[in-house]
């Protein structure tokens, strides 16, 4: 249930990143793509720790986007923000 779970979030991420691109307008395509992707169903299945790793690799980059998005904004320098996205990728990394 948790893989599951953590498969759906993936998507959803994909899908929060995709409408941040240049080509907004075909963000429901990108969710698409994890799907097509050779080892996203069978990981779905047979492997419990890689879609946990995949959506804390994906959280890393929602995060980081956001730090990001959010400096050039203020003009501030986001640690907190920058120290969650080292947390959710050594997380994401230590599954793997």
Do not use: D, K, N
């Amino acid at each position: 249930m948790l893989t599951i779970l953590c498969a759906a979030g993936t998507l959803v991420l994909t899908a929060l990143l995709a409408r941040r691109t240049r080509a907004s307008a075909w963000w429901p395509i990108a969710p698409l793509t994890l799907v097509v992707m050779i080892g996203f169903g069978s990981t779905l299945t047979t492997y419990m720790t890689e879609q946990a790793a995949l959506l804390a690799q994906m959280g890393a980059l929602v995060l980081g986007l956001a730090a990001w998005t959010r400096w050039t904004r203020t003009g501030h320098f986001p640690l907190l923000m920058v120290i969650a996205v080292a947390l959710m990728g050594a997380w994401g990394g230590s599954i793997r």
